[in-house]
């Protein structure tokens, strides 16, 4: 049983604690957050304990006497400078689900996976990374096809999609291809639309519950423990499964 400390709770948070403590493969241990634990009771089946680190210290102390074997992280950019040295130490997988890391978050990450297995995904839901490999694969097919990408999520997301950047990253085009709506009551939905002359292919998620950073963060979980210490994305993930799929469909 791979035990599990969760960095976050808000929404998404709670969301990913419910999964994890429901899942037999792992053990939620306790759930940080940054500020001093003033909050309405858990949710109903959350027993994990609420803790506030705020400090690099504080951290280390808290490890020291609850020590667990990975961390998922749903919170802000600046916790990943928090803990990010006891990843380095102590070796704990991380999975981070942040979306707005800046170049030099990134870089910072890089260098923890020198000594443990560090995953780093904008969106960590099963259903978006498998529309990310397609997009991909498709672009390859037909690099001469018109692309747009929508998103759309609820009115308060101010910024514009980490994941749609990712997307747009991933099949090299520009970001000004992204269109972007905020409309209440949607949690997640990204779109890719392929222009071919005489037809059209979409690519469509829809995030209907946050429960599904859960199965996602659950997945990663399983799927990095089997990896060696580096820094991984959520399609490298999907990768070698697909690779290790053919090849024992191979002759």
Not at 31 to 41: D, E, F, G, H, N
Not at 124 to 144: H, S
Not at 175 to 204: A, C, K, W
Request: charged share 20%; hydrophobic share 45%; glycine share 6%.
């Amino acid at each position: 049983m791979i035990k599990v400390g969760l960095v976050g709770f808000g929404k998404a948070g709670q969301a990913v604690a419910q999964v994890l403590q429901e899942d037999p493969r792992y053990e939620l241990c306790w759930i940080a957050r940054r500020s001093a634990v003033t909050m309405a009771p858990t949710p109903p089946g959350i027993d994990a304990p609420l803790v506030a680190l705020a400090t690099p210290d504080d951290w280390g102390q808290w490890l020291d006497s609850h020590p667990v074997d990975a961390l998922v992280d749903f919170s802000r950019p600046e916790s990943l400078h928090l803990y990010g040295e006891q990843v380095r130490m102590r070796g704990l997988m991380l999975i981070s689900a942040i979306s707005a890391y800046s170049d030099a978050d990134l870089d910072y990450a890089h260098t923890l996976a020198s000594n443990a297995r560090v995953l780093c995904s904008p969106n960590i839901t099963v259903g978006i990374n498998f529309l990310i490999m397609a997009a991909r694969l498709l672009r390859k097919i037909a690099p001469f096809a018109d692309v747009e990408i929508v998103e759309q999520h609820f009115r308060e997301k101010p910024e514009v999609s980490g994941t749609a950047r990712k997307i747009a990253q991933t099949i090299d085009v520009d970001e000004d291809r992204i269109t972007s709506l905020r409309l209440g009551g949607i949690v997640g939905h990204h779109e890719v639309i392929f222009g071919f002359p005489y037809q059209t292919v979409r690519l469509i998620h829809n995030s209907i519950e946050r429960r599904a950073f859960g199965t996602g963060a659950a997945f990663a979980l399983a799927e990095l423990a089997r990896c060696e210490n580096g820094f991984y994305t959520f399609d490298d993930l999907m990768m070698r499964m697909v690779r290790k799929e053919l090849l024992s469909k191979q002759p």
